[in-house]
């Protein structure tokens, strides 16, 4: 038999490789379509799952050093997690009362002040310090505008909570998860790294490794600020006398992981508060104040040390981000789009490395 | 189907070893011959085994290294300047040998290409994992590492011998030519 001539294998390679090239972008889009449609019904599972990343990256340093003393892998995850777990039982057993205390006394501020009431002493606030305002129409105008804002306020906050049932099933998951990614995460890691082809192989454990370490270390530090910033939020309302000093601190603390609007959303209803409470416009400005002296610590002093050179993220990409993480996934997409937008921008960082400096990544090489 | 085992394994835990081999393979290499049954189950956890076809590039000069290779089978080709006019044939290793250790230690492109002169199978350590392994097993971290500055230790004296010797016969072929004068 002839061999075949030269261009008809050609053809014959070129059709090949088309086709292979088409069946890629088939589950290229197959697999965007998939995603596509359990996104949005994935937040149950998908929230929970990011927050036990989270868990476990911050925990993991704490697990290899038991490792380093002696213990198994296992061993040390569950000595950790037990550990934590006896924590978290201790600072309820702790904190619940003064907790209860707080909530009662929030459930009976309520059940006094409605919106209407709270919207009279504030008129009467206003009246007392603004003379510009004691004309009725601009007066009236005024107020109506602030009380359909405060409707709009309790409405999309009441809409931000998370449900019973999710927050049962992710107080489950999120341990279990957090376990298992400690415990296994390694062998996971291998098992991904051992399916890759071999020209990308060197490079994928380059980069994870690289991931890792940037993403450890900003997570660990953000979560430690916000500890710093929390307990000086609790030291300065209780020393201000603010009701409730305790909650509003602790999401203070919470909040200041959303930037440029964290600081904010922790200072507000501490301000609405305290004014309430002490029936003076004084009162705001102290807990300005006091907030504001907060940020100033954590600028100059708290986030340079425990930060460093963290991951620097465009204020344009932070704001479209909290936006879309509020609106997809609720308070925990706000709390979470700035650590998920880091993992994103330090992979494409380190693919643009790898893009640069390995051959395999160059299309045609 | 290993990813399916680490989903799974924790239920369904298979009693059979299937890396015994590997292991064993492992205790006759110098630089895991002194460690003990459980060191060495430990060193497997961090191993990478990969197969490469005939002609295959494990790494290119001049690409960042992140680790080392052990030839488990096959033979493996060290080329510089590799795919040029300029090619260099510098090593061919078989099983047993290996190679990329320099990567292992610090970070610095490779210096050389490795090809696959048949079809091989490697096992390759790497820094990120060593690493790991300080920390978590400082023991066993510290008697690898001793082991392989020792190795090192003797590829550079055999160097420096080679050095001295080629450096001998260049004075010798000096005054050969410069008597024939």
Sequence with gaps: MNPLPENKSIVINLNRSFIFFLFKVFIFILVALIAAWILPHSGMVLTPLILAALLSILLNPLVVMLEGRGLNRTGAVALVMGIITLLMIWLMIFLAPVISREFKTIGQAIKNETPATLMVKLKTLLNKHLPLLKNPEINDQIMTKIEKSIYAMLNRSIQLIPTILPLAISLFLIPFMTFFLLKDGRRMKKSFIQSLPNRYFEMTISLLHKIEGQLGSYIRGQMLVSLCIGILSIMALAILGVPYFLIIGAMAGLANMIPYFGPIVGAVPAIILNVIDKGSLNAALVVILAFVLIRLIDDSLVSPNILGRSLEIHPLLVIIVIFIGGEMFGIMGLLLCIPVTGIIKVTIEELHWSFKHYRAFRIGS | ?181
């Excluded at chain 2, 110098?30 to 191993?47: V, W």
């Excluded at chain 2, 690493?131 to 500055?149: H, M, N």
């Design chain 2, 1 to 181: 189907m290993k990813k399916i085992d680490v989903i799974w394994g924790n239920i369904f835990k298979n009693k059979g070893d299937p890396n015994q081999d590997i292991r064993q393979f492992l205790k006759n290499i110098p630089l895991f011959a002194q460690l003990r049954k459980r060191e060495l189950r430990e060193i497997d956890h961090l191993l990478h085994q990969r197969q490469y076809k005939k002609d295959e590039v494990i790494f290119w000069q001049n690409e960042p290294g992140v680790g080392m290779y052990i030839v488990q089978s096959g033979e493996v080709g060290i080329f510089g300047d590799y795919n040029t006019p300029e090619q260099q044939s510098l090593a061919r290793l078989s099983q047993g040998d290996f190679f990329g250790e320099m990567a292992l230690l610090e970070d610095d492109n490779r210096s050389a290409t490795a090809v696959a002169l048949g079809d091989s199978k490697l096992i390759g350590i790497f820094h990120p994992d060593l690493f790991d392994l300080f920390e978590r097993k400082p023991e066993l971290g510290i008697k690898v590492l001793s082991k392989l500055a020792n190795m090192l230790a003797q590829r550079l004296r055999k160097t420096n011998l080679e050095l001295q010797q080629l450096t001998c016969a260049r004075r010798t072929q000096k005054k050969d030519k410069q008597a024939s004068r």
